[in-house]
């Protein structure tokens, strides 16, 4: 069964447990950072940061917010990058948990196009191509375990479990909200696995928190791919 | 905590001032959240919009150093606004006592002041004014009314009628709206069963009227009917995850485990020493519990030397150390006297004074005195290697150094205590790394060494010889044993009721302690932690008590005798019902009949001691019940405090080094005994054009302490790399300083080189008519690691000056300058 992530971005505050959890249980190398006037570090997301929580001081209705963004993959229900990479020795979805996945065959596509496919602007390329990006721990969850940033998280801010409970939990999360944030919405929830609450226009958190209009999406060839369907695959088109 | 972590979740109104919970304590936002999901409101005063505030639902800004004036200003508004707890207030506080007629309070000063020209204590108080007073038994004179002139509530009423809005924001910086805002929604915890909460930490404390402070917050408590009740409390969020348990077990200078007090050379008895600290009560109804005094201090002495302490030689009193009368030996007085070459030898354990001390250079120069430094830690660090660092000459340093590598806590076996009074018992998981040990083994085996040093030669030798050493096993430190020593043993077989307690058992809890030497105790607060059932701190059952409030009273083990809540039996009303019903923490369960109770019997948490309500159910008085503040003298919640150094009422005076003029309450500019260190590395500049800013010192949630264990840690210093000073836009353009520019931060004391934050986070402050400018760092960093060594101590600033209580530093409020490098 599709499982999901509910973000409930209200209630982070954005102790970045996940942040290092993620590269814990990944054994990623830390970056060499600097402070460049912010908490928020590293300044993006990296072939060796999967998840980083976007800080953001805003003023919005003359009162100051410091808005937390747990930013990582969305593992879209229809994932672009897949569909553009079109090969499932590099990128494919595990029926099992729906979660988007990346191998090192991705070395071999050709990784502007992957990275400019995806509406939020997430996998990131090594020196030598390979394309990395949040596995929604999919390891951890074959073993009944809870994503490690899920785990981690003192608030429940991050959730896991199916989709349909996580949907679930997403809008009679939205519907208490809205009382204190009426502009309070939940982000491409239909189109996602990974949902996010905010509880103010998306654009103050990041500039992908939305599926990008001038981004991401598919091209006419790879519309076509899909549109033969698998045929196409078997063709390798 | 007079709560715990888990009780937060049952608050109306949780109020964080002096902390910074979501970035300090971030797991204490699991609770924070659920209560704030179930309709709580969460205020955060902080002079920075931090982490903390941008999850609050109400936020106010406030200058670094007078939460006095903020708090005493809610206070008058309570007052004025008849917003306290009426019936709480009445019965339960001190509020209807009536004071001494000599006692007084002029332009800043309490009756009895009197300087001292030597310091470093600036001046001290003759408290024999500030005392109550008694009929002919003995008892305080008490008007239910609270009418009576002299009665400390009319006393409170009119101390407190200059805290208006105006003053109060004029001397906080804080908008009166803001003020109003938070004064409204906190006093509305009054209300009976609502409770409000405050979370605080070192905010609070480390100021030289950080005492005072919380005490302020107290009496809100107290007037609001907060404490003994679910979702209320003072509670402290301890720094370190067994700081609760180090200073119950006598961290601290100027006490013995349990809270007992340090000897003074004057007390040179046991008889004279125990009289001095038992206190008397006249009152019937009053439990007064330190009238136990006696049985805890021969416990303890007979846990210190076994066999050997025996009546005849006043239980091994005179091997006590003690202190000289009115000499102060805190953290600011070792390293004044290691200054000043008075200190040969120095165990620095688990600690690195080099970064963690306030003005750091001090330190790092004292200990350039010494003959011997030991380091025991779990790496290499600024105080191990000070004679190393920046502007050290080690040609010119004699200390002779030795590193005693120590075991990580995961490493070993034991129990932490945590802010709630939570002893939890952990296991060994790893084995120690290489060569280190754990700490157990390396003081069982520096005592062991001592005793067969003195067997041959040393002056004094009784306290090393006749000290019981008996904690190894095999060879090896056994927590175990030193658990039981804590929890203590019958010495004789004990008769208590009908039960014999055979001798060599575990004492089942402190009310069996004894002054007579038939039963000992480590620590008398702990006594019931490891008994004949087990180790209590062990247990991890996930069962709630009745009341089903996340007290899970078989997970780990609280002390005293595992209440959760401590004062509990002021969360009911006079008949023993709880003022909220919903949250309720203990209630009466007795039977009744004609409207009498006739067997006594409680539900809920442990209660504060087992005896019956005050009243009946038909409101008649009973004798035998008792007043809920169990260890106050008079069973009250003291709102009249006659115990601190500093005043009965709390008063808002500035830091030693602020940046204002004047004092808009009165003619006292500082705290009249605030305690100020006189060397030349002490300077101090207030109201200094060189050092215009307010400063104060913080830490961030990616670090820990001095960093010791987080700095080297890659992907936590990825997070936070550089020491940062956080500034306003207002401040950066005024001293034209680009966001993450490297910038000089200075003080009378030091310097250091931190990389800027201009944030909207920070505001200058309107105090009167001036623009008053605050900046923060944190404190987490040392030259030692990140290895380009330009991430200097916070600590480089802060001053030598402290609270008269405890002489805590004033690390948070303090002056500086920042200057484009």
Redesign the interface.
């Given at each position: 069964m599709t499982k999901s992530i509910f973000v409930d971005t209200t209630?982070c505050?954005?102790?970045?447990?996940c942040?290092?959890s993620c590269?814990?249980w990944h054994d990623l190398?830390?970056?060499?950072?600097?402070?460049?006037?912010?908490?928020q570090?590293?300044q993006d997301l990296s072939f060796m940061t999967y998840k980083l929580v976007r800080m953001r001081?805003e003023?919005i209705d003359n009162h100051?917010?410091?808005?937390?963004f747990p930013d990582q993959c969305r593992h879209c229900v229809d994932a672009p990058c897949l569909a553009t990479a079109f090969n499932e020795d590099a990128i494919y979805q595990d029926p099992a948990t729906g979660a988007i996945l990346y191998t090192q065959v991705t070395k071999k596509l050709a990784a502007d196009e992957i990275i400019g496919s995806c509406p939020y602007n997430i996998p990131r390329k090594a020196e030598d191509g390979t394309l990395a990006k949040c596995d929604m721990c999919n390891d951890r969850v074959h073993n009944g375990l809870k994503p490690a940033c899920v785990t981690t998280c003192?608030?429940?801010a991050m959730n896991f479990g199916d989709r349909e409970e996580m949907l679930a939990m997403a809008k009679s999360r939205l519907a208490?909200v809205k009382a204190k944030f009426p502009k309070a919405m939940l982000l491409n929830p239909d189109e996602v696995n990974v949902i996010y609450l905010v509880a103010f226009d998306p654009k103050y958190y990041s500039d992908y928190a939305v599926a990008s209009s001038g981004r991401g999406g598919i091209s006419r060839s790879v519309a076509l791919r899909k549109m033969m369907g698998p045929l196409a695959k078997m063709m390798r088109v | 905590m007079t709560n715990h972590w888990i009780d937060l979740k049952n608050s109306d109104c949780i109020l964080i001032m002096g902390s910074n919970a979501a970035e300090n304590h971030p797991i204490s936002f699991k609770y924070i959240t659920q209560a704030q999901l179930k309709g709580a409101t969460v205020i955060s005063v902080d002079p920075r919009f931090t982490r903390t505030s941008s999850k609050a639902d109400i936020y106010a800004p406030l200058r670094s150093g007078t939460d006095i004036a903020f708090l005493g200003g809610m206070i008058k508004y309570i007052l004025d606004n008849n917003l306290y707890n009426k019936e709480y207030t009445e019965n339960y506080t001190n509020a209807g006592f009536i004071v001494n007629k000599n006692f007084g309070f002029k332009d800043g000063l309490f009756s009895g002041y009197k300087k001292n020209e030597e310091g470093p204590s600036m001046g001290s108080y003759d408290k024999s004014t500030w005392t109550f007073d008694m009929d002919e038994k003995g008892v305080p004179v008490v008007d239910r009314t609270l009418a009576n002139k002299q009665s400390v509530f009319q006393l409170l009423k009119a101390h407190y009628s200059r805290y208006d809005l105006d003053t109060v924001s004029s001397v906080t910086g804080t908008s009166k709206e803001d003020l109003a805002t938070v004064y409204k929604a906190y006093s509305a915890t009054g209300a009976a069963g609502k409770a409000g909460t405050i979370m605080y930490a070192m905010g609070w404390t480390q100021h030289t009227v950080g005492v005072q402070i919380i005490r302020t917050m107290s009496m809100i408590q107290l007037l609001l009917g907060n404490m003994g009740v679910a979702g209320g409390g003072v509670n402290a969020l301890r720094g370190e995850s067994n700081v609760q348990g180090s200073t119950d077990q006598a961290l601290l200078w100027h006490i013995l485990p349990g809270y007992l007090k340090i000897p003074s050379s004057s007390m040179d008895t046991l008889d004279a020493y125990n009289t001095k600290w038992t206190p008397k009560s006249n009152d019937p109804l009053s439990a007064n519990w330190w009238q136990n005094y006696p049985k805890y201090s021969v416990s303890l002495l007979k846990s210190y030397f076994g066999e050997k302490a025996v009546k005849d030689n006043q239980f091994g009193y005179p091997w006590l150390p003690k202190a000289e009368d009115g000499k102060s030996y805190s953290w600011f007085d070792i390293f004044d006297s290691m200054y000043k070459k008075e200190i040969k030898g120095f165990f620095a354990w688990g600690m690195n004074p080099a970064c963690s001390g306030s003005n750091a250079q001090k330190v790092r120069e004292a200990m350039g005195n010494l003959d011997w430094l030991v380091n025991v830690n779990l790496f290499d660090n600024e105080t191990g290697s000070f004679w190393r660092g920046p502007g050290m000459d080690p040609a010119k340093i004699g200390t002779e150094v030795f590193m005693l590598p120590a075991a990580a806590s995961v490493e070993k076996e034991g129990s932490i205590s945590n802010s709630g009074r939570w002893m939890q018992w952990r296991y060994q998981g790893p084995k120690p790394m290489g060569n280190s040990r754990p700490d157990g083994d390396i003081i069982l085996e520096l005592g062991r060494r001592l005793k067969e040093a003195y067997k041959t030669d040393g002056v004094f030798k009784e306290p090393i010889l006749n000290l019981k050493w008996d904690y190894d096993t095999h060879g090896e430190f056994d927590a175990h044993k030193v658990a039981k020593e804590i929890n203590g043993y019958f010495h004789e077989d004990v008769k208590v009721g009908e039960t014999v307690y055979k001798k060599g058992t575990l004492v089942p809890s402190f009310a069996f302690l004894q002054s007579n030497g038939s039963t000992s105790s480590g620590n008398w607060v702990y006594c019931a932690s490891y008994t004949e059932k087990g180790n209590m701190a062990a247990r991890r059952s996930n069962k709630d008590a009745a009341n089903n409030i996340g007290l899970y009273p078989e997970f780990a083990w609280a002390w005293p005798v595992n209440r959760r809540i401590i004062y509990n039996r002021a969360s009911v009303d006079p008949k023993g019902r709880p003022y909220d019903e919903k949250d309720w923490v203990v209630r009466f369960a007795g039977e009744e009949k004609d409207g009498k109770y006739t067997t006594s019997k409680w539900e809920g948490d442990i209660p504060d001691g087992p005896w019956y309500p005050l009243q009946n159910p038909d409101g008649t008085k009973r004798e035998d019940g008792r007043h809920p503040f169990i260890m106050t003298t008079h069973g009250h919640g003291q709102i009249f405090g006659p115990g601190l150094a500093d005043g009965p009422f709390p008063e808002h005076y500035e830091p030693i080094e602020c940046p204002v003029e004047k004092n808009m309450f009165s003619a006292q500019m500082v705290n009249p005994t605030a305690v100020v260190y006189g060397t030349k590395a002490d300077s101090h500049a207030t109201c200094d054009p060189r050092f215009p800013f307010v400063g104060t010192t913080y830490r961030v949630s990616e670090h820990w302490q001095t960093g010791l264990m987080t700095r080297p840690q890659e992907w936590l210093l990825e997070l936070q790399p550089n020491v940062f000073v956080e500034m306003s836009e207002e401040l950066a353009k005024l001293k034209g300083i680009a966001n993450g520019e490297r910038v000089k931060v200075s003080s009378a004391r030091g310097a250091l080189e931190c990389t800027a934050i201009v944030t909207k986070r920070f505001k200058p402050f309107k105090i009167g008519y001036a623009t008053v400018h605050q900046v923060g760092i944190p404190w987490h960093y040392g030259w030692r690691w990140p290895e380009t060594g330009t991430e200097e101590s916070a600590n480089l600033l802060t001053p030598s000056a402290g609270d008269p209580n405890t002489r805590i530093p004033e690390t948070k409020a303090f002056m500086v300058n920042v200057a484009k490098l």
């Open positions: 209630i505050t954005a102790c970045r447990g942040q290092v590269k814990q190398p830390a970056e060499k950072t600097k402070n460049v006037g912010s908490h570090n590293p001081e003023i100051l917010q410091w808005l937390f003192p608030t429940g208490t | -």
